[in-house]
């Protein structure tokens, strides 16, 4: 049985009972599993990743819970075509805290290169490389392409 | 003793609501704003912390249902195929769009006359130019001049263009070979800094906020002006109705504060600047013994005609690495190939093609747009594929004007003060379905042409209504329009709309350009007539 959310104070985690838990990584494992130099999602989701998903998005909360509810069977193929058929939200849900837990973990990220959205310097007085390549030269050179009310056609090179 | 009547009561601090602000300030009117929603600190956007893609599906969503939140007001769009998306704040919309900034082409107010559809504005591009060009300095544009999409002169903008990007530099490279029309996109984001802010940082966070202020809207812009030249912006102030007069002049409008107090701001001339569903809304809601359908509304088009864009996407994926997480969210380039009509295709008016970044890992991994999604091993394969090795074309095409699409009042959903909300009606034309697959199919040759090796499509996305257009168009003939070719309405001489309620149609382009241009001449001619302007005793 799960705590009462209403009841949960500042830790969502507190929502989920062993058992709901172990569903949890399951279902996270079978989504996305080790393969292909990426580790599987049931062994990045620790309690810190999923706190931070969590906390965050407050609103995952309860349909997570009923993603994770007993009498779906064990397996977890199955549960989730059980919950995207019968519980569209739910199933929504539980996809959504995977993803976003998996995806915020540091090494997940390093391991697919991405350093998170990053300021970069522009150099705006550099000429650049399409003007250099001369390809706005060619658009001009091909003519105006709007229509000119006046005749109805495309305008005449002024 | 009751207040002193304002000049000018403006409803919404959004993109349209601080140009007029700023204008009528300078020119010296005594001018009040009512904003529903509040100021916003950039320090709150998420853009470069790590709850960036999840919070952009919930707080910072731009759907006003989706997000829930107190100031938003809900929309009942069971009848609607596209969500509309808008964001209440000081800066309105402009806080969450993307910033691309092109302008109408000429033959966008002549449809009727050219294609025999359709309506004519009662303005053209040429009339319109020098307040593109004033606007243009006004928010800050980054692009190129002798873009020959368009008619030759007139200033360019005032700062050069902002970066291509690797993906956008292969798709110019595309349309050289293919002999099509490309060009550095006009953005409303700074390459360089100018007027006190600071330059665009490439993180491509635009539509949850811009965290460096490069990105334009009216809270940077124009309202710190406008408040020092002695405007007053109330914030936290939903507006119920606009009063009116037994002379059929409106007299300011009643309000509800943030403890739910109602009040009363009177006002000598009111213009409303809460986008083409909410200042429908408020003409709506303002209906009484007097007006029964609604203010303003003797051609009985308040709330018709609502266009919206339908838009798809087309991405093409690429072996290389392109960083296409970075970059303008905005647009790097833009096409205009196709933009004009040639009713061999099947349909009449055309759409602007912008090439957009496409976000990070999370995005890349849940299921996409187009519903595909990929569990288990493969799983990974499918994000390293997606993941910043994307080009993505936004396809925004022409939306003809249909009196059945339209905003009304709901009669069970209400606002969290119980103001009716709106209802959205609206259906994609068969014109605008035929439209999409046609551009659809081009844009992937661009693609492919351009080096990718497949390319996906989200044919028309849902939550896509960035542009709302139409529900009060301005015109010359009171019968068959809601407003006079300055933004007053017909009916009553001294009330104006403002933002994108006036479009006649809707041309093929991102509207805001345009929306606060026409803005600033509605402002300039209120200056300009303001001794004959018709006021309640």
Known sequence: MTADPIALGDDPLAALDPDARATFSALAGHLIPEAHGMPSAADVIGDARLRFVLTTRRDLLEPLLAALRPGLGEDAASRLATLERDDPEAHAALISTIVFAYYTDREVRERLGYPGQEAKQLYSWKVPDFIEEGLTDQVIARGPIWRDPATGRRAEPR | ?537
């Not at chain 2, 993307?98 to 009727?112: H, I």
């Not at chain 2, 029309?181 to 984001?189: R, V």
């Not at chain 2, 406008?226 to 009643?254: C, F, H, P």
């Not at chain 2, 606060?516 to 402002?523: C, E, F, G, S």
């Open chain 2, 1 to 537: 003793m009751a207040a002193e009547p304002v000049d000018v009561l403006i409803v919404g601090a959004g993109a349209s609501g601080g140009v007029v602000a700023l204008r009528l300030a300078e020119a010296g009117f005594k001018v009040t704003c009512l904003e529903q929603g509040d100021w916003h600190d950039r320090a709150e956007y998420r853009g470069p912390e790590l709850d960036w893609e999840l919070t952009m599906r919930k707080q910072w969503s731009t759907s006003p249902n989706v997000r829930g939140l107190p100031q938003d007001y809900p929309l009942d769009e069971t009848d609607a195929e596209i969500s509309p998306l808008m964001y209440s704040a000081v800066g309105g919309s402009m806080l969450i769009f993307a910033g691309a900034w092109p302008r109408m082409l000429p033959s966008d107010f002549r449809v009727r006359s050219l294609d025999g559809i359709a309506d004519d504005w009662p303005l053209t591009f040429e009339e319109l130019r020098p307040y593109y060009e004033r606007t243009d300095r006004q928010f800050g544009v980054s692009g190129m001049g002798g873009d020959p999409a368009y008619p030759p002169g007139g200033e360019d903008p005032p700062l050069p263009p902002l970066p291509l990007g690797k993906g956008g530099l292969k798709v110019a490279r595309a349309h050289t070979k293919l002999g099509w029309h490309w060009w550095p996109e006009f953005n409303s984001i700074l390459s360089a800094p100018y007027d006190g802010r600071r330059a665009c940082v490439q993180r491509g966070t635009c539509q949850q906020g811009c965290n460096e202020g490069a990105k334009a809207s009216t809270d940077l812009t124009h309202w710190p002006k406008a408040i020092g030249l002695g405007a007053k912006l109330i914030t936290g102030a939903r507006v119920r109705k606009i009063e009116t007069n037994d002379s059929g002049l409106a007299t300011g409008a009643t309000w509800i504060d943030r403890e739910g107090n109602e009040q009363f701001t009177q006002a000598k001339v009111v213009v409303l600047a809460a986008n083409a569903i909410g200042s429908t809304r408020l003409l709506l809601l303002s209906a009484d013994d007097r007006h029964p359908d609604g203010l303003a509304n003797s051609s009985g088009l308040v709330g018709k005609r609502l266009m919206m864009h339908p838009f798809a996407n087309v991405g093409g994926l690429f072996d290389e690495d392109l960083e296409s997480w970075q970059g303008q969210f905005g647009c790097s380039i833009e096409s205009f190939e196709f933009y004009e009509t040639d009713e061999s295709r099947g349909f009449v008016r055309g759409a602007k093609w912008g090439l957009a970044p496409t976000f990070g890992p999370i995005n890349a991994a849940l299921p996409s747009r187009a519903g595909t999604q990929i569990w288990g091993p493969d799983h990974h394969l499918h994000v390293k594929a997606h993941l910043g090795r994307g080009a993505n074309w936004g396809l925004f095409g022409e939306d003809l004007p249909d009196e059945a699409n339209q905003v009304t009042l709901s009669k069970t959903l209400t606002d969290s003060d119980g103001i009716p909300a709106p209802e959205v009606h609206y259906k994609v034309s068969d014109n605008s379905r035929r439209l999409l697959d046609f551009h659809i199919e081009k844009a992937s040759q661009s693609l492919l042409e351009a080096g990718a090796y497949t390319v996906e499509v989200d044919r028309l996305m849902r939550y896509s209504g960035w542009h709302l257009l139409g529900t009060a168009r301005m015109g010359d003939d009171p019968a068959t329009s809601v407003l006079d070719r300055w933004n007053r309405t017909h009916d009553v001489p001294n009330l104006y709309v403002v933002d994108g309620s006036c479009f006649v149609t809707s041309a093929g382009v991102n509207p805001t350009s345009s929306i606060v241009a026409l803005a600033l001449r509605a402002a300039d001619h209120m200056v300009e007539t303001r001794f004959e302007q018709q006021v309640p005793v």
